[in-house]
């Protein structure tokens, strides 16, 4: 697929943090552990590890030289994360990164005095992971992939726009990790503001995804908001099968579901937050602590647009749409 960019990314500079786009190079002699630990395989997870790899090199880390990296995948099955913590855990390594609300909460169970960098998260105080954005507090940092519940408000209304006849729209949530019950929440409210019914599905793995999809057709949804999950990342190409299939117009939060055919997606760009997270290791290992390090709001919102899953569909993106959008797919 061809890929349109359509206007420059705009960075906001955070105003809880501005880390460095550069930094001196580890001492030599000096060998760090890290622990890596995410719930998807190791392909499904690739584009973000490859990111922080790269910022970690750019950083002068150097797997096999000062560095060696502990990598643990869950293959999809959140139930293996609390002993994948554990694990990391046992072999006392200097700092764990992390990549979702499942992951974060295995390993803050697992241990509160290494340091956690979360590569993604979603509202990590309301999920109780940290104290504030500001003053996290604890041994736990690094970076949000939203810039606060609000930002599900635009989901509702981007399908509004593809789709305007659309009176029912379906939630695809995950009620287990910390945050979800917040989620919901916003995506209730939003949908009150927007005057459309709410339909809430819920699927905890892979093997609930067909059901789920049945339940949406079953009961007339119009579109369907897929929530911020690591499951549901994991599965990103089952999940976008599944809505082709039943025509379910789909808006995600990551460009990476669209780029394999979702039809939009509206969020921080993962892969950036995960070459950030590299940053926030390289300042806990020269010293600093992870209380003291605020966490990173997404200063990288993108709005990525796949027209030949639309022209499947038999929609039309309004051309106001198209023009808002980063980048096009077509």
Do not use: C
């Amino acid at each position: 697929m061809k890929m349109v960019q359509r206007r420059k990314f705009l960075f906001a500079s955070s105003a809880l943090l501005v880390l460095p786009l550069t930094t001196n190079a580890q001492p030599r002699g000096k060998t760090y552990r890290i622990g890596y630990i995410q719930t998807a395989t190791p392909e499904e997870q690739e584009p973000l590890t490859r990111a922080f790899d790269e910022g970690l090199r750019e950083l002068g880390y150097v797997e096999g030289q000062n560095i060696v990296v502990e990598r643990r995948f869950a293959w999809g099955k959140q139930e293996l994360l609390p002993d994948l913590a554990v694990e990391l855990v046992r072999l006392n390594v200097d700092v764990i990164v992390t990549g979702g609300n499942p992951v974060i909460a295995a390993v803050k169970r697992a241990t509160s005095t290494i340091p956690v960098v979360m590569g993604s998260s979603r509202d990590p105080v309301g999920a109780g992971f940290i104290a504030s954005l500001a003053r996290p507090g604890g041994n736990i940092t690094g970076s949000t992939n939203d810039t606060g519940l609000e930002i599900v408000g635009k989901y509702l209304e981007f399908l509004k726009e593809i789709v305007p006849r659309a009176s029912r729209i379906a939630l695809l949530l995950n009620p287990l990790p910390p945050g979800a019950a917040n989620y919901r929440m916003a995506v209730e409210n939003a949908a009150k503001n927007l005057g459309v019914a709410l339909q809430v599905v819920e699927a905890r793995g892979r093997d609930g995804f067909e059901g789920a999809f049945a339940m949406m057709v079953r009961e007339h949804a119009d579109g369907v908001v897929v929530q911020s999950d690591p499951i549901f990342f994991t599965a990103r190409k089952q999940i976008v099968e599944l809505a082709a299939k039943n025509r379910l117009p789909a808006v995600y939060h990551a460009r990476e579901v669209v780029e394999i055919g979702g039809l939009l997606s509206y969020g921080g760009s993962l892969d950036y937050q995960f070459r950030r997270a590299a940053m926030y290791v390289d300042k806990i290992l020269k010293g600093a602590k992870p209380a003291d390090l605020a966490v990173e709001q997404s200063a990288k919102i993108e709005l990525v647009v796949n027209l030949r899953t639309a022209k499947a569909l038999g929609l039309i993106i309004p051309q106001k749409l198209l023009l808002r959008a980063d980048r096009i797919i077509e």
